[in-house]
C-alpha cells in the first residue's frame, strides 16, 4: 500500500471563493473527495491537511516521516519564498511533487519563480484537480 500524504497550503480553503476565473469554482472539501474517490482501489493510504502557517506546514511533514512513502504539497504563496519548507522537503528524503491548481508560469512575474522545484522529484501545474491526479499516478510509477 502506497502512502501518501497531501498538503494544501495558504488560501486553500477559500476555493470555490477566491477568483474562481484562475482556480475554479470547486470548494477545497470537494477536491479532497475528489482525490479520495480517485485512489478508491489503488492501493492507496492518503492522509490529507490544510494549514495557511508555515510552521504547521513543516511540522506536519516532520510528523509523517516514518509514515510517508510520498508526499504531494501544493504550497500556496509558499512556493515563491519559504525556504523553511523548501529545507524540510529536503531534509526528510520523502520523494514529494508540487503540484499547483493553476499554471503558475502563465501568472504574475513572482508567481513563477518556485524556491521549492529544485527539491521535488516533479511539479505539475495548471490542470486543477488533475495536477493531483497526475501527481498519484507519479507517485503509483515510482513504487
Keep these: 500500500m502506497q502512502k501518501i500524504l497531501i498538503i494544501h497550503g495558504p488560501n486553500l480553503h477559500l476555493l470555490g471563493l477566491r477568483e474562481p476565473d484562475v482556480y475554479g469554482h470547486m470548494t477545497l472539501d470537494e477536491?479532497?473527495?475528489?482525490?479520495?474517490?480517485?485512489?478508491?482501489?489503488?492501493?492507496?493510504?492518503?492522509?490529507?491537511?490544510?494549514?495557511?502557517?508555515?510552521?504547521?506546514?513543516?511540522?506536519?511533514?516532520?510528523?509523517n516521516i516514518k509514515w510517508a512513502d510520498f508526499i504531494i504539497i501544493n504550497?500556496?504563496?509558499?512556493?515563491?519564498?519559504?525556504?523553511?519548507i523548501r529545507d524540510?522537503?529536503?531534509?526528510?528524503?520523502i520523494p514529494t511533487i508540487e503540484v499547483h491548481i493553476s499554471d503558475i508560469k502563465n501568472r504574475e512575474e513572482f508567481r513563477?519563480?518556485?524556491v521549492i522545484k529544485d527539491v521535488v522529484i516533479s511539479q505539475i501545474y495548471g490542470k486543477g484537480i488533475y495536477s493531483y491526479f497526475d501527481a498519484i499516478e507519479l507517485c503509483l510509477k515510482k513504487k
Design 112 to 114: 513563477k519563480k518556485s
Design 31 to 63: 477536491m479532497n473527495a475528489g482525490i479520495k474517490k480517485y485512489v478508491k482501489g489503488k492501493g492507496i493510504s492518503l492522509r490529507i491537511f490544510q494549514s495557511n502557517c508555515e510552521g504547521r506546514i513543516i511540522d506536519i511533514i516532520t510528523a
Design 88 to 93: 524540510c522537503i529536503k531534509a526528510v528524503k
Design 75 to 84: 504550497p500556496g504563496a509558499f512556493t515563491h519564498y519559504s525556504y523553511a
